[in-house]
T-cell receptor
Framework: AQRVTQPEKLLSVFKGAPVELKCNYS??????LFWYVQYSRQRLQLLLR??SRESIKGFTADLNKGETSFHLKKPFAQEEDSAMYYC???????????FGEGTQLTVNP | EPEVTQTPSHQVTQMGQEVILRCVPI?????FYWYRQILGQKVEFLVS????????KSEIFDDQFSVERPDGSNFTLKIRSTKLEDSAMYFC??????????FGPGTRLTVT
């Protein structure tokens, strides 16, 4: 069965500092990995998906199949990055998403 | 930009009552999903729906739950006889297969 783990429930950094939100997964095949973000009082929205290999709002995430990780990184955090971040896995496009527990990121001024 | 909408935003119901949660997916999307998040826990998949039938469901989605697309625009989740442990945030999502799942704002269900 697939599983997604985000070991940090809370992460606090200062503005301008680098940030890394950790995500590990277990799945026997080749999954699709995503990062979703939920800003205060807003809906879940897609931030990144590994197959597009984009940088969105300065965030990047690299799929490491050897370590089964998909960590989210940003070199210089901004206050507006404060939000709940969820790592998620899907077996194929369109299939169910399995979410991690989420990491609440707070960027302090 | 089109969005998934959900009504009501908050529903309070008594244990044992039936409740229907409503969702309007994005109009050209063909795949629909329900997820739930119990307070302090993960977002969990309940069910996916395509071509007027359930395509996948989780172990949570037992006989008390049902889904329907009654009129080509709404997508509903019915809980026949609510339990206290059904209290959660329920999210609807839709996608057009090759793209991301777009989530609604959620319905907070409180069972008393």
């Amino acid at each position: 069965a697939q599983r997604v783990t985000q070991p940090e429930k809370l992460l606090s950094v200062f503005k301008g500092a680098p940030v890394e939100l950790k995500c590990n997964y277990s799945y026997s095949g080749s999954p699709e990995l995503f990062w979703y973000v939920q800003y205060s009082r807003q809906r879940l929205q897609l931030l990144l998906r590994h197959i597009s290999r984009e940088s969105i709002k300065g965030f990047t995430a690299d799929l490491n199949k050897g370590e089964t990780s998909f960590h989210l990184k940003k070199p210089f955090a901004q206050e507006e990055d404060s939000a709940m971040y969820y790592c998620a896995l899907a077996e194929t496009s369109g299939s169910r998403l399995t979410f991690g527990e989420g990491t609440q990121l707070t960027v302090n001024p | 930009e089109p969005e998934v909408t959900q009504t009501p935003s908050h529903q309070v119901t008594q244990m044992g009552q039936e409740v229907i949660l409503r969702c309007v997916p994005i109009s050209n999307h063909l795949y629909f999903y329900w997820y739930r998040q119990i307070l302090g826990q993960k977002v969990e998949f309940l069910v996916s729906f395509y071509n007027n039938e359930i395509s996948e469901k989780s172990e949570i989605f037992d006989d008390q739950f049902s889904v329907e697309r009654p009129d080509g625009s709404n997508f509903t989740l019915k809980i026949r006889s609510t339990k206290l442990e059904d209290s959660a945030m329920y999210f609807c999502a839709s996608s057009d297969r090759q793209d991301e799942q777009y989530f609604g704002p959620g319905t907070r269900l409180t069972v008393t």
